[in-house]
């Protein structure tokens, strides 16, 4: 599937991101609505009606297109069931060791050195690290080989009526993914991606895709399903725009112990938990690199295997860089992925 960009998608990166698909209990899952699988959905109740509405008036969707379009949606039980998993807590040494495999960091050596020539120019023009790009591309698709078999507009159609904690977003997901179909000629019922409506090897939800999405290959057409040089350099262009800066640290370590209640207390707020980095070298008694502009850092801890480890835990303090990571997929544990496979991908 081919996707053309226009200049203003070029030039005009804004905001969102790819859905949260991770395990770091940072927030409780609200139930969803008990259904059977296959159940058909209800298009007379009032969101719809009002969502129907909306892409009538606003997005110029005719009544028949709109029927042809939602008529024999179901609900799929399955795609309810992923999303409900993700939310139960995976200790890091577990979540780590799921993308981490040998397999993983052995091929992905073997994109850096194929792509070699590709990269120079993606760093060169987004100025963001070759091995950060392509540690995403392997934890988010396996670089391209593993895309998401669900299709989309039964995933967002489930979502929307059937997974409450996050329904508005969702029917934001789906207006922007039809009105994305209709402008490049895509049939929304046939397409397909992940079971939280994420597509293509760089795994963009829709609105990502309109805002983040460019064309590296030669020509104007953004297609993330099958040009390496696309999806690529679309993940840069994210982290670029959210504030990627190249050369200036990403985390560092801070040993098996927390030296100050602060520090914990950080901690324990999750993925918007900051302290000032000065305050976080006194108290640990190291010599941390500066933070760009003196920005505050996070407080990471990260599990140990009690099988194989000494030490209960592990500690890093998280950099503006990392920060950027986790806009990509909203969990520190996502970050600390990334990070340790980038690192795993430069070693020889």
Known sequence: ??????????????????????????????????????????????????????????????????KQTFQGQEISKRVLELMDKQWKRTPYYEYFSRFLTPKTIQTGRKKLRQYNKLLGRIERQFGVKREIVVAIWGIETRYGSNQGGFYILQTLNTLFDAYPRRAEFFRGELIQFLVLCREHGIDPRTAKGSYAGAFGQAQFMPSSFRRFAVSFDGNEQCDLWSSVPDAL????????????????????????????????????????????????????????????????????????????????????????????????????????????????????
């Not at 996707?3 to 209990?25: D, H, I, K, Y």
Request: some cysteine; aromatic content about 10%; overall charge positive.
């Open 1 to 66: 599937m081919i996707f053309r960009c226009s200049p203003s998608v070029l030039s005009s990166f804004v905001v969102f991101l790819l859905f949260l698909f991770a395990t770091a209990a940072e927030a409780k899952p609200t139930p969803v609505i008990l259904v059977e699988d296959g159940q058909p959905i209800n298009l007379q109740q009032e969101k719809y009606r009002k969502l129907f509405l909306e892409l009538e008036q606003k997005y110029q969707f005719s009544p028949a297109e709109l």
């Open 233 to 348: 350099a679309s993940i840069a262009n994210y982290l670029k725009q959210h504030g990627w800066e190249q050369g200036t640290p990403i985390y560092v370590e801070l040993g098996n112990t927390l030296m100050d209640k602060r520090l914990r207390a950080v901690m324990e707020e999750g993925r918007k938990g900051r302290i000032p980095w000065e305050l976080v070298r006194a108290v640990q008694k190291k010599d941390l690199p500066p933070s760009p502009g003196k920005r505050p850092l996070s407080i990471i801890g990260l599990e140990l295997d009690p099988k194989t480890a000494r030490h209960a835990y592990r500690y890093v303090a998280g950099y503006p860089n990392f920060h950027t990571i986790t806009e990509y997929n909203h969990s520190l544990f996502y970050g600390m992925a990334v990070s340790e496979l980038a690192e795993r991908l430069k070693k020889k």
